[in-house]
């Protein structure tokens, strides 16, 4: 009866499976962003650089090596936290602005759920894993500023020239004056400032299925359903502090990026 019930669970989570969602990227720097992973799991994961998969019972196992879970003899609840610190260096204009930050987080947490058969001895144990682990934190800030930079945002919009989105875009804003059909806008000696704050993190539930039969054979079936979530603000300012342009005096362009995605895999 065990034997049959895990059966059919792993086939379960299999067909579960096949509906699969793609996350698509707009930049090389999304698609790298996504792709890349952290050592994260329980503490014990971490230590061994997530090498646990092949080692034993560590709920870090539902996600690379399910078989794992068959390990365990009884029920267990297990949580991780982290410190995450990051630091940042930007250096602009012959300026350096440095700037670092330590945020708490939970990396791992899930339960073990046990269970001996009583009518098979056969099977040692049937074991249940469900719960998620992080994989990546996208939680960073970064400032820089210019005292006198050497261009400006709004030479970018002339440059578009009269008739183009941005174009219009800076003329209607009043960042750039069209003189005999060419736009003009200021060339540079503005004071820039630039922050951006990135938030969120790639983590994975998982729901796993392991069991041990005579201690001679170990196997499983999992379900990792990773999860996206990215949010990026940034905004940018220009201003003229030191009155060299007469019809300028400062602007904000803002900016605000978000990513959602999910997909499944057995």
Same mark, same amino acid.
């Given at each position: 009866?065990?034997?049959?019930?895990? $059966?059919?669970?792993?086939?379960? $989570?299999?067909?579960?499976?096949?509906?699969?969602?793609?996350? %698509?990227? &707009?930049?090389?720097?999304?698609? @790298?962003?996504?792709?890349?992973?952290?050592?994260?799991?329980?503490?014990?994961?971490?230590?061994?650089?997530?090498?646990?998969?092949?080692? +034993?019972?560590?709920?870090?196992?539902?996600?690379?090596?399910?078989?794992?879970? +068959?390990?365990?003899?009884?029920?267990?609840?297990?949580?991780?936290?982290?410190? =995450?610190?990051?630091?940042?260096?930007?250096?602009? !204009?012959?300026?350096?602005?440095?700037?670092s930050g330590t945020r708490f987080n939970?990396? %791992?947490? +899930?339960?073990? $759920? %046990?269970?001996?058969?009583?009518?098979?001895?056969?099977?040692?144990?049937?074991?249940?894993?469900?719960?998620?682990?992080?994989?990546?934190?996208?939680?960073?800030?970064?400032?820089m500023y210019g005292p006198e930079a #050497?261009?400006?945002?709004? &030479?970018? =919009?002339?440059?578009?020239g009269k008739g183009s989105y941005y174009?219009?875009?800076?003329?209607?804003?009043? @960042?750039?004056?069209?003189?005999?059909? &060419?736009?003009?806008? #200021?060339?540079?000696?503005?004071?820039?400032?630039?922050?951006?704050?990135?938030?969120?993190?790639?983590?994975? @539930?998982?729901?796993? !299925?392991?069991?041990?039969?005579?201690?001679?054979?170990?196997?499983?079936?999992?379900?990792?359903?990773?999860?996206?979530?990215?949010?990026? &603000?940034?905004? =940018?300012?220009?201003?003229?502090?030191?009155?060299?342009?007469?019809? =300028?005096?400062?602007?904000?362009? #803002?900016?605000?990026?978000?990513?959602?995605?999910?997909?499944?895999?057995?």
């Amino acid at each position: 009866m065990a034997t049959r019930i895990l $059966f059919l669970t792993a086939i379960s $989570f299999c067909l579960i499976a096949l509906n699969i969602s793609n996350l %698509s990227a &707009q930049s090389a720097t999304d698609a @790298l962003r996504y792709s890349e992973t952290t050592f994260g799991g329980t503490a014990r994961s971490m230590a061994v650089a997530g090498a646990f998969g092949a080692i +034993g019972a560590d709920f870090s196992t539902a996600a690379n090596n399910p078989s794992g879970i +068959g390990l365990y003899r009884r029920n267990e609840l297990s949580f991780t936290p982290s410190i =995450f610190t990051n630091a940042n260096e930007v250096q602009y !204009v012959n300026s350096t602005q440095n700037q670092s930050g330590t945020r708490f987080n939970f990396t %791992s947490m +899930g339960y073990v $759920f %046990s269970r001996q058969p009583q009518n098979n001895l056969d099977w040692q144990n049937v074991n249940i894993a469900i719960g998620f682990n992080r994989l990546a934190n996208y939680n960073s800030n970064r400032t820089m500023y210019g005292p006198e930079a #050497p261009t400006s945002m709004t &030479q970018f =919009f002339a440059q578009q020239g009269k008739g183009s989105y941005y174009g219009d875009l800076g003329i209607a804003a009043g @960042l750039v004056t069209a003189t005999n059909n &060419q736009p003009l806008a #200021p060339q540079g000696g503005l004071y820039q400032l630039e922050r951006m704050e990135n938030s969120g993190g790639h983590d994975e @539930l998982n729901l796993a !299925v392991g069991a041990n039969y005579r201690n001679n054979l170990l196997i499983g079936a999992s379900l990792n359903i990773p999860l996206i979530n990215y949010k990026n &603000q940034l905004l =940018f300012t220009e201003d003229d502090k030191y009155n060299k342009f007469g019809n =300028f005096s400062h602007f904000n362009l #803002p900016r605000r990026n978000t990513r959602f995605g999910h997909r499944h895999k057995c």
